[in-house]
């Protein structure tokens, strides 16, 4: 997939191409959807806006993302876009008025058709909306396709309502609105080095990724990022959490991995939240966070097994 950083940089690039809009913050389903219906037009490429306009308009009250803009990109390139658009967002920018938007898809880029959802709105004080769009779009033989909300299980698919299961550590439900598990990835660094005294060793993940799953205990897929035996996949079980047992204060992600002994120190992981296990809790002896550990493991693999990992 080509990335331009521009629509001085797209040029003629996406003359022709149907063009699907939005910040796709965490390529959900409903997300999934309008790339399909691109897909049944013209060859299909995205425009998205970086950083999140909400973080520059509201910093306050800006969510944390799903997906940083290079997870967001890897996952429209899997889903077969030849081209994104990654429009920088200001405050300047922000006071884009709609005609010139609309200019901008239309007469800069040349695109024949635009996806969007049925809330699509855009321009300064959102003031364009699909019916402004679809004029703008007819005066120049071209065509807005609307795809309508994807519910899943009678749930809207949406960007927020993956975020609030994530901090809920709600991670299968995720899952669901996703279409494939919440993942963040990190660097192995070393923590205090008693996961392997007590008999499981423990990849403390240090991540950039902004949202991490609620505190406690989760079955998860590891999969090696980058050095040797990329793309190997292990399952594993992870805490998230302070490690009240040994009074801890600082919340951490570690990831035990299964059926594997060897040096992760550096190592870049991608850890995906399959289940929620239970919550972090504070046992009177390590005896006794050990043999829970065991049932954790146990409890993963068999998670593990039934989502085919
Ligand atoms: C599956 C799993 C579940 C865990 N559950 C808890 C827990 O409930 N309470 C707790 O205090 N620590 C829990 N831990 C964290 C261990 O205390 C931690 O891995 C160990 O102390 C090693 O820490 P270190 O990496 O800082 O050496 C869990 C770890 C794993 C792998
Ligand atoms: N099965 C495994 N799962 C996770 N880490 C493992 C495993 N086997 C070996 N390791 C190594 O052990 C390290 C963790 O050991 P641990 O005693 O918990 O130390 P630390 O507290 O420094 O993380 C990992 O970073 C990795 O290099």
């Not at 004029?135 to 396709?145: F, I, L, P, Q």
């Not at 939240?273 to 809790?281: A, G, K, S, T």
């Not at 409890?299 to 039934?306: E, L």
Request: charged content about 20%.
């Amino acid at each position: 997939m080509k990335v331009f950083h521009s629509v001085a940089e797209a040029g003629r690039a996406l003359i022709g191409r149907a063009l699907a809009l939005g910040n796709f913050d965490g390529v959900h389903v409903g997300h999934q959807a309008l790339f399909a219906e691109a897909r049944r037009h013209a060859p299909p490429a995205a425009f998205t806006f970086n950083p999140h306009p909400g973080k520059v308009l509201q910093p306050d009250l800006a969510p944390k993302l799903i997906t940083l803009l290079p997870r967001r990109l890897e996952l429209l390139a899997s889903l077969g876009l030849e081209a994104t658009v990654v429009q920088s967002f200001s405050r300047d920018y922000a006071r884009t008025v709609p005609a010139d938007f609309e200019a901008t898809l239309f007469d800069a880029l040349g695109v024949a058709h635009v996806v969007v959802g049925s809330d699509f709105t855009y321009g300064a004080a959102r003031a364009g909306t699909v019916d402004t769009l679809r004029e703008a779009a007819g005066r120049r033989g071209a065509k807005v396709h609307v795809v309508a909300p994807v519910t899943v299980d009678g749930v809207v698919a949406s960007s927020s309502r993956v975020r609030e299961y994530i901090l809920e550590g709600r991670v299968s439900a995720a899952c669901r609105l996703l279409g494939r598990p919440f993942d963040l990835d990190g660097m192995v660094v070393a923590g205090a080095g008693r996961g392997r005294t007590i008999g499981f060793p423990t990849a403390n993940v240090d991540t950039q990724n902004e949202l991490r799953p609620a505190p406690g205990v989760y079955a998860i897929r590891v999969r090696l990022v980058g050095g040797e035996s990329v793309g190997t996949w292990y399952g594993g079980a992870a805490n998230i959490g302070i490690k009240p047992t040994f009074g801890g204060t600082e919340v951490t992600i570690e990831a035990h991995l299964l059926d594997f002994a060897g040096d992760l120190y550096g190592r870049e992981l991608r850890v995906e939240f399959l289940e929620r296990l239970r919550p972090e809790q504070r046992f009177g002896s390590v005896a006794e966070l050990t043999g829970q550990i065991k049932r954790d493991v146990e409890a993963a693999r068999t998670v593990i097994a039934r989502t085919g990992a």
